[in-house]
Protein backbone atom coordinates (compact mmCIF):
# COMPACT_ATOMS: atom_id res chain seq x y z
CA UNK A 1 0.00 0.00 0.00
CA UNK A 2 2.69 2.49 0.94
CA UNK A 3 4.23 1.61 -2.65
CA UNK A 4 1.12 2.47 -4.69
CA UNK A 5 0.32 5.57 -2.67
CA UNK A 6 3.91 7.01 -3.74
CA UNK A 7 3.40 5.92 -7.45
CA UNK A 8 0.02 7.63 -7.63
CA UNK A 9 1.12 10.70 -5.64
CA UNK A 10 4.59 10.89 -8.80
CA UNK A 11 1.60 10.61 -11.58
CA UNK A 12 1.09 14.80 -12.22
CA UNK A 13 -0.11 16.42 -15.39
CA UNK A 14 -0.95 13.26 -17.26
CA UNK A 15 3.22 12.35 -17.29
CA UNK A 16 4.43 9.48 -15.64
CA UNK A 17 7.74 10.31 -13.61
CA UNK A 18 10.30 7.46 -13.63
CA UNK A 19 11.16 6.35 -10.35
CA UNK A 20 14.29 4.20 -9.76
CA UNK A 21 14.67 1.65 -7.35
CA UNK A 22 16.91 3.29 -5.14
CA UNK A 23 15.06 6.64 -4.75
CA UNK A 24 12.04 4.56 -4.16
CA UNK A 25 13.83 2.92 -1.08
CA UNK A 26 14.82 6.22 0.10
CA UNK A 27 11.57 7.55 0.05
CA UNK A 28 10.62 4.12 1.88
CA UNK A 29 12.90 4.37 4.61
CA UNK A 30 12.09 8.11 4.86
CA UNK A 31 8.10 7.58 5.36
CA UNK A 32 8.71 4.56 7.83
CA UNK A 33 10.83 6.85 10.13
CA UNK A 34 7.81 9.24 9.80
CA UNK A 35 5.02 6.50 11.00
CA UNK A 36 7.58 5.55 14.17
CA UNK A 37 8.05 8.97 15.27
CA UNK A 38 4.62 9.40 14.95
CA UNK A 39 4.00 6.11 17.13
CA UNK A 40 6.88 7.13 19.42
CA UNK A 41 5.18 11.06 20.35
CA UNK A 42 2.06 8.89 20.92
CA UNK A 43 3.85 6.83 23.31
CA UNK A 44 5.13 9.74 25.61
CA UNK A 45 2.05 11.28 25.44
CA UNK A 46 0.63 8.12 26.99
CA UNK A 47 3.33 7.69 29.13
CA UNK A 48 2.96 11.54 30.06
CA UNK A 49 -0.30 10.99 30.94
CA UNK A 50 -0.07 8.07 33.10
CA UNK A 51 2.48 9.92 35.16
CA UNK A 52 -0.27 12.93 36.40
CA UNK A 53 -2.94 10.31 36.52
CA UNK A 54 -0.81 8.35 39.10
CA UNK A 55 0.47 11.31 40.88
CA UNK A 56 -3.12 13.06 41.20
CA UNK A 57 -4.08 9.38 42.28
CA UNK A 58 -1.76 9.07 45.18
CA UNK A 59 -2.22 12.81 45.99
CA UNK A 60 -6.15 11.43 46.34
CA UNK A 61 -4.99 8.82 48.50
CA UNK A 62 -3.28 10.84 50.61
CA UNK A 63 -5.51 13.98 51.33
CA UNK A 64 -8.00 10.72 51.64
CA UNK A 65 -5.60 9.66 54.45
CA UNK A 66 -5.26 12.80 56.09
CA UNK A 67 -9.00 13.34 56.06
CA UNK A 68 -9.86 9.99 57.31
CA UNK A 69 -7.16 10.67 60.60
CA UNK A 70 -8.92 13.98 61.52
CA UNK A 71 -12.77 12.34 60.83
CA UNK A 72 -11.61 9.72 63.02
CA UNK A 73 -10.34 11.69 66.10
CA UNK A 74 -13.22 13.83 65.59
CA UNK A 75 -15.39 11.07 65.79
CA UNK A 76 -13.53 9.78 69.35
CA UNK A 77 -13.59 13.12 70.77
CA UNK A 78 -17.46 12.75 70.35
CA UNK A 79 -17.89 9.20 71.94
CA UNK A 80 -16.05 10.83 74.49
CA UNK A 81 -17.53 13.81 75.29
CA UNK A 82 -21.02 12.32 74.94
CA UNK A 83 -20.51 9.06 76.80
CA UNK A 84 -18.93 11.51 79.91
CA UNK A 85 -21.57 13.38 79.95
CA UNK A 86 -24.16 10.26 79.53
CA UNK A 87 -22.91 8.30 82.90
CA UNK A 88 -21.75 11.65 85.05
CA UNK A 89 -23.69 12.46 88.02
CA UNK A 90 -24.47 14.15 89.60
CA UNK A 91 -25.81 15.89 85.96
CA UNK A 92 -25.59 19.75 85.80
CA UNK A 93 -27.68 21.85 83.19
CA UNK A 94 -24.43 21.95 80.93
CA UNK A 95 -24.73 18.15 80.50
CA UNK A 96 -28.41 18.03 80.64
CA UNK A 97 -28.19 20.51 77.73
CA UNK A 98 -25.35 18.79 75.57
CA UNK A 99 -26.69 15.40 75.99
CA UNK A 100 -30.31 16.65 74.53
CA UNK A 101 -28.72 18.60 71.60
CA UNK A 102 -26.83 15.65 70.70
CA UNK A 103 -29.60 13.23 71.34
CA UNK A 104 -32.50 12.27 68.70
CA UNK A 105 -34.69 11.85 72.15
CA UNK A 106 -34.49 12.82 75.19
CA UNK A 107 -35.22 9.44 76.51
CA UNK A 108 -32.18 7.98 75.24
CA UNK A 109 -30.01 9.81 78.33
CA UNK A 110 -33.04 9.51 81.64
CA UNK A 111 -30.82 7.32 83.67
CA UNK A 112 -31.51 6.68 87.52
CA UNK A 113 -30.20 5.40 89.85
CA UNK A 114 -31.54 3.16 92.38
CA UNK A 115 -29.62 2.95 95.36
CA UNK A 116 -27.64 6.23 97.00
CA UNK A 117 -25.09 7.18 94.76
CA UNK A 118 -23.29 10.35 95.57
CA UNK A 119 -21.46 10.23 92.32
CA UNK A 120 -20.39 9.14 88.81
CA UNK A 121 -17.21 10.36 87.41
CA UNK A 122 -16.10 8.53 83.65
CA UNK A 123 -11.74 7.48 83.92
CA UNK A 124 -11.74 6.22 80.59
CA UNK A 125 -13.05 5.35 77.31
CA UNK A 126 -11.84 3.21 74.37
CA UNK A 127 -13.13 2.55 70.89
CA UNK A 128 -12.50 -0.84 70.19
CA UNK A 129 -14.50 -1.25 67.05
CA UNK A 130 -17.02 0.29 64.15
CA UNK A 131 -19.15 -0.95 62.13
CA UNK A 132 -21.45 0.91 59.50
CA UNK A 133 -25.05 0.23 60.19
CA UNK A 134 -26.77 2.17 57.32
CA UNK A 135 -24.15 3.75 54.97
CA UNK A 136 -26.93 6.02 53.13
CA UNK A 137 -27.55 7.62 56.19
CA UNK A 138 -24.34 8.13 57.34
CA UNK A 139 -25.61 5.71 60.41
CA UNK A 140 -22.12 3.86 62.43
CA UNK A 141 -22.09 1.79 65.24
CA UNK A 142 -19.42 2.81 67.86
CA UNK A 143 -18.70 0.08 69.95
CA UNK A 144 -16.52 1.30 74.01
CA UNK A 145 -15.43 -0.38 76.57
CA UNK A 146 -15.79 2.56 79.36
CA UNK A 147 -14.01 2.81 83.19
CA UNK A 148 -15.75 4.81 85.51
CA UNK A 149 -15.58 5.20 89.09
CA UNK A 150 -19.03 5.13 91.46
CA UNK A 151 -19.25 6.90 94.85
CA UNK A 152 -22.65 5.35 96.89
CA UNK A 153 -23.23 6.75 100.33
CA UNK A 154 -21.32 5.32 103.47
CA UNK A 155 -18.96 2.93 101.14
CA UNK A 156 -15.80 3.23 99.18
CA UNK A 157 -15.90 4.31 95.50
CA UNK A 158 -15.32 1.52 93.15
CA UNK A 159 -14.58 1.79 89.50
CA UNK A 160 -16.34 -0.62 86.97
CA UNK A 161 -15.85 -1.39 83.51
CA UNK A 162 -19.01 -1.07 80.97
CA UNK A 163 -19.17 -2.03 77.00
CA UNK A 164 -21.45 -0.04 75.18
CA UNK A 165 -23.14 -0.06 71.91
CA UNK A 166 -23.70 3.89 70.53
CA UNK A 167 -25.59 4.34 67.06
CA UNK A 168 -24.29 8.00 66.07
CA UNK A 169 -25.29 9.54 62.75
CA UNK A 170 -22.66 11.90 60.80
CA UNK A 171 -23.35 14.85 58.41
CA UNK A 172 -21.22 17.27 57.40
CA UNK A 173 -19.24 17.24 60.78
CA UNK A 174 -22.45 17.55 62.92
CA UNK A 175 -23.29 14.58 65.03
CA UNK A 176 -26.71 12.88 66.70
CA UNK A 177 -27.13 9.67 68.81
CA UNK A 178 -29.94 8.33 66.94
CA UNK A 179 -30.65 5.34 69.29
CA UNK A 180 -30.28 4.38 73.09
CA UNK A 181 -27.32 3.62 73.95
CA UNK A 182 -27.16 -0.60 74.79
CA UNK A 183 -24.98 -2.70 77.16
CA UNK A 184 -23.21 -5.00 75.25
CA UNK A 185 -21.40 -8.19 76.16
CA UNK A 186 -17.37 -7.46 75.19
CA UNK A 187 -16.98 -9.25 72.32
CA UNK A 188 -12.77 -9.05 72.18
CA UNK A 189 -11.86 -12.45 72.85
CA UNK A 190 -8.24 -13.92 72.96
CA UNK A 191 -6.66 -16.12 70.58
CA UNK A 192 -7.38 -19.76 71.74
CA UNK A 193 -6.77 -21.91 68.84
CA UNK A 194 -3.48 -24.31 69.93
CA UNK A 195 -2.02 -23.67 66.12
CA UNK A 196 -2.15 -20.46 65.78
CA UNK A 197 -0.91 -20.44 69.46
CA UNK A 198 1.70 -22.54 68.19
CA UNK A 199 3.31 -19.77 65.78
CA UNK A 200 4.03 -17.37 68.82
CA UNK A 201 6.72 -19.62 70.65
CA UNK A 202 9.97 -18.33 70.40
CA UNK A 203 12.73 -20.36 68.70
CA UNK A 204 15.44 -20.93 70.76
CA UNK A 205 18.85 -21.19 68.81
CA UNK A 206 21.42 -23.49 70.02
CA UNK A 207 25.08 -24.39 69.22
CA UNK A 208 26.10 -28.19 68.81
CA UNK A 209 28.55 -27.52 71.53
CA UNK A 210 28.67 -27.13 75.42
CA UNK A 211 31.20 -24.59 76.94
CA UNK A 212 33.32 -24.88 80.01
CA UNK A 213 33.07 -22.97 83.08
CA UNK A 214 35.52 -20.73 82.45
CA UNK A 215 33.61 -19.70 79.58
CA UNK A 216 30.62 -19.57 81.25
CA UNK A 217 31.63 -16.99 83.83
CA UNK A 218 33.28 -15.03 80.94
CA UNK A 219 30.60 -15.07 79.16
CA UNK A 220 28.58 -14.06 82.58
CA UNK A 221 30.71 -11.44 83.32
CA UNK A 222 29.99 -9.91 79.74
CA UNK A 223 26.66 -9.55 80.01
CA UNK A 224 26.57 -8.52 82.97
CA UNK A 225 28.92 -5.45 82.18
CA UNK A 226 26.93 -5.23 79.02
CA UNK A 227 23.64 -4.73 80.92
CA UNK A 228 25.24 -1.86 83.22
CA UNK A 229 26.44 0.01 79.97
CA UNK A 230 23.06 -0.39 79.19
CA UNK A 231 21.54 0.76 81.79
CA UNK A 232 23.89 4.01 82.19
CA UNK A 233 24.38 4.93 78.54
CA UNK A 234 22.69 3.90 76.20
CA UNK A 235 25.30 5.20 73.34
CA UNK A 236 28.09 2.99 74.99
CA UNK A 237 25.79 0.15 74.85
CA UNK A 238 25.46 0.04 71.20
CA UNK A 239 29.26 0.03 70.35
CA UNK A 240 28.51 -3.37 72.20
CA UNK A 241 26.04 -4.51 69.69
CA UNK A 242 26.48 -5.87 65.95
CA UNK A 243 23.63 -3.95 64.83
CA UNK A 244 23.20 -0.32 67.02
CA UNK A 245 19.81 0.80 65.37
CA UNK A 246 18.28 -2.55 66.82
CA UNK A 247 18.78 -1.54 70.76
CA UNK A 248 16.36 0.81 71.96
CA UNK A 249 16.88 3.31 75.15
CA UNK A 250 15.84 1.82 78.25
CA UNK A 251 13.23 4.06 80.22
CA UNK A 252 15.55 6.11 82.59
CA UNK A 253 13.61 4.76 85.66
CA UNK A 254 14.35 0.88 84.33
CA UNK A 255 17.29 -1.16 85.46
CA UNK A 256 18.69 -4.33 83.96
CA UNK A 257 20.30 -7.34 86.06
CA UNK A 258 21.64 -10.80 85.18
CA UNK A 259 20.20 -12.83 87.30
CA UNK A 260 21.24 -16.52 86.41
CA UNK A 261 22.49 -18.49 82.82
CA UNK A 262 20.19 -21.21 82.45
CA UNK A 263 22.21 -23.19 79.38
CA UNK A 264 25.29 -21.59 77.09
CA UNK A 265 26.16 -23.24 74.04
CA UNK A 266 28.75 -22.65 70.96
CA UNK A 267 29.02 -23.29 66.82
CA UNK A 268 32.28 -22.50 65.36
CA UNK A 269 31.74 -18.40 65.86
CA UNK A 270 28.45 -17.65 68.01
CA UNK A 271 28.23 -18.37 71.42
CA UNK A 272 24.27 -18.63 72.59
CA UNK A 273 22.93 -18.07 76.10
CA UNK A 274 19.97 -17.98 77.40
CA UNK A 275 19.39 -16.50 80.64
CA UNK A 276 17.09 -15.06 83.29
CA UNK A 277 16.99 -11.08 83.74
CA UNK A 278 15.19 -9.18 86.89
CA UNK A 279 14.02 -5.97 85.07
CA UNK A 280 13.56 -3.42 87.87
CA UNK A 281 11.90 -0.19 88.17
CA UNK A 282 12.16 2.11 89.98
CA UNK A 283 12.01 1.30 93.76
CA UNK A 284 9.08 -0.61 93.94
CA UNK A 285 8.95 -2.97 90.63
CA UNK A 286 10.55 -5.60 89.70
CA UNK A 287 10.16 -8.77 87.14
CA UNK A 288 12.15 -11.89 86.20
CA UNK A 289 12.43 -12.22 82.29
CA UNK A 290 13.45 -14.65 79.87
CA UNK A 291 16.26 -13.39 77.15
CA UNK A 292 17.89 -14.54 74.29
CA UNK A 293 21.81 -13.28 73.65
CA UNK A 294 23.41 -14.52 70.64
CA UNK A 295 27.58 -13.50 70.91
CA UNK A 296 29.90 -13.33 68.24
CA UNK A 297 33.14 -15.00 69.38
CA UNK A 298 35.69 -13.60 67.17
CA UNK A 299 34.24 -9.70 67.53
CA UNK A 300 32.96 -10.10 70.51
CA UNK A 301 30.08 -8.68 70.42
CA UNK A 302 26.17 -9.15 70.56
CA UNK A 303 24.40 -9.78 67.62
CA UNK A 304 21.09 -11.48 69.22
CA UNK A 305 19.44 -10.07 72.32
CA UNK A 306 15.48 -10.63 72.76
CA UNK A 307 13.16 -11.15 75.68
CA UNK A 308 11.15 -14.20 74.99
Known amino acids: MIIK ?28 KLIKRKAMIKKILLIIVLFFGLIGGYQALLDTGDSNTYDELMDHAFINTYI ?22 EDYYKNEYIQ ?24 YNYFISCTYTVKIKDSEA ?14 EGKYMV ?11 ASITDKDILNN ?19 IENTISLFLKTYNDDINQARLLVSNSDQLLALDS ?13 KSDDVYYVDCTINQV ?13 EIDIEKNKINVMEVY
Open 253 to 265: STNLELVNTKQIT
Open 116 to 139: DVESISVQSITVYNVETADKLNQI
Open 84 to 105: SNYYSYPQTDDTKAYLKEFSYS
Open 5 to 32: KLFKESIKDDSEEVVSLEELQKRKIKLI
Open 200 to 218: FSYDLKKGNENVSDDIKAE
Open 158 to 171: VSNIVFNKISVAKN
Open 178 to 188: VKPVENIKNEV
Open 281 to 293: YGDYLKKLQNYHF
